[in-house]
């Protein structure tokens, strides 16, 4: 529910006062207001004046109020390790002023505590006034269900689950020898309450699965993981279809590693496959591709807006839009809609990611990307859905192409240097490509090059453009944010593969 109390103005003012009585109460029946003159939660009324006297004269700002609810069950090696439940409430308030931020937080929602955050954030007020930024546009569309997922599934039957899950991974293949799954669900209500009575609420469900396997074989031990995940309930989550699927590739991948050859070394023509791969392309540009590290001149691609950074046929789009995926929202952490931003169109930078402020100093009218970890953290410009678009290639096109190379199918770990591009990333699985065909699995291979120069570097795009499984979590500035990455099946010519067969 959405509720605009901005329009009021021609209003009498006794009628005036009754709308917006009757729409504050409207918003009475969350988890922050309290009616009552005891200082034990929130005034409605009281709320928006000192958020309307704090900002005022500001640039722009917000009051971001959250409750959240998580849990964690861990199983491993035929047991329950963990069962972890823990909820949170707060608020954090923030004014802005030219380049420069002023933040205030608190786990305690009374107007006391308000009130002094206030006199925090009004203190970057220089005597120069400013106009408050225009209030976000409003969207009636929803991408994913209010349901709180937590209360979905009972506590045993989720055990049970687990155990089943455990039991299923050991009968499946004899050289299983341990077995470590986890399922967690968050549920999270927001409010963003600007200047003038502009409010917004998101409810947003988040559940996850893991599962990971150690296979052994004589002395040899090697390691598969799968996991699944997105804004809908436990009942897709932990459905029989879904985990035995997901437990089956973490067996497989196991297995297959049991048989896996050190890894080649040198440059060589490297076939990414479709979906998670696309962590590399997320990692490799997409942080470039932030509006702050433009803004301040940062990034490897600063500057370069309207100028081909990439090979012809590249489009890179970041969609926070997509229908119960990990990385969409139905509102940004501004309270702004979010959208489908085209980045790299053709090869050509056309786009950043933007929240609020860097749109503003940089003149940009596309938003959409402010995201924050919860309410002690203030918000920035940050993927959400970030995916290569499909070409006109097979993937047995690609392959085929290919005389001797590398064929990358998951990641693991990687680093990434912003200013230049330079990435690292290490394959989970990986193949050797020989005369066109997939050969034997290796193991210890990694990537290595820079952002810039691997977009150039891409000589044929897929037409199987696949999401990854919804597992993604992106780090930036200390905060962690849930994220989607995906891309269709990619050749690159000449990267540099690093490995142990040397």
């Known amino acids: 529910m959405q509720v605009d109390i901005t329009n009021q103005i021609l209003l009498p003012p006794i009628i005036k006062k009754l709308v917006f009585r009757m729409t504050i109460d409207s918003f009475n029946n969350t988890y922050f207001f309290d009616e009552t003159d005891n200082d034990v939660g929130l005034s409605a009324l009281r709320t928006q004046r000192c958020v309307d006297e704090a900002l005022h004269g500001m640039d722009d700002g917000e009051l971001y109020l959250q409750y959240a609810q998580s849990e964690t069950f861990s199983f491993d090696d035929g047991r329950l390790k963990n069962a972890a439940y823990d909820t949170s409430k707060g608020f954090g308030l923030r004014s802005v002023l030219g380049e420069v931020t002023g933040f205030a937080h608190s786990s305690e929602l009374t107007d006391s505590a308000l009130n002094r955050a206030a006199e925090t954030v009004k203190s970057i007020k220089s005597g120069s006034g400013a106009t408050l930024a225009i209030t976000p546009h409003r969207s009636n569309k929803k991408l994913y269900s209010d349901t709180n997922p937590i209360g979905g599934v009972d506590f045993k039957e989720k055990i049970r689950i687990l155990e089943e899950i455990d039991e299923y991974a050991r009968a499946k293949d004899p050289k299983i020898c341990q077995v470590s799954c986890s399922i967690s669900g968050e549920w999270h209500v927001i409010e963003i309450i600007r200047p003038g009575g502009h409010r917004v609420r998101d409810i947003r469900p988040l559940v996850r699965l893991n599962i990971s396997v150690v296979a052994k074989h004589g002395d040899r031990m090697e390691s598969g993981y ?176 290919v005389k001797d190379g590398l064929y990358a199918v998951n990641f693991g770990g990687g680093q990434v240097d912003i200013t230049n591009g330079k990435f690292v990333f290490s394959c989970t699985e990986a193949y050797r490509i020989k005369d066109g065909k997939i050969a034997e699995p290796v193991k210890g291979a990694t990537l290595i090059g820079n952002g810039p120069d691997v977009l150039k570097r891409i000589t044929a795009i897929g037409n199987d453009m696949t999401l990854d499984n919804g597992v993604g979590i992106c780090g930036k500035a200390g905060q962690s944010v849930p994220v989607g990455v995906g891309q269709p099946t990619l050749r690159l010519n000449g990267i540099t593969v690093g490995g142990t067969d040397i």
């Open 226 to 401: 799968e996991g699944s995940g997105g804004r809908y309930g436990y009942n897709q989550l932990l459905s029989a279809n879904n985990w035995k699927s997901q437990t089956d590739n973490a067996i497989r991948q196991a297995i297959l590693n049991l048989d896996s050859v050190p890894a080649p070394a040198g440059e060589m023509d490297v076939v990414l496959g479709p979906g998670w791969p696309g962590v590399l392309l997320h990692e490799a540009i997409g942080h470039g591709l932030e509006g702050d590290f433009n803004r301040k001149g940062t990034s490897a691609f600063a500057g370069l807006m309207g100028e081909r950074i990439a090979a012809k046929g590249v489009t890179v789009v970041d969609d926070g839009t997509l229908e119960n995926r990990r990385g969409s929202l139905t509102i940004d952490d501004e309270g702004t809609p979010t959208n489908n931003t085209t980045l790299i169109e053709d090869g050509i930078l056309v786009g950043y990611m933007q929240d609020r402020m860097n749109a503003r100093l940089m003149g940009a009218s596309s938003t959409g990307n402010a995201r924050r970890q919860s309410y002690a953290h203030q918000p920035m410009p940050r993927m959400t859905n970030t995916y290569m678009l499909n070409g006109d290639r097979s993937p047995e096109e690609i392959l085929s192409g």
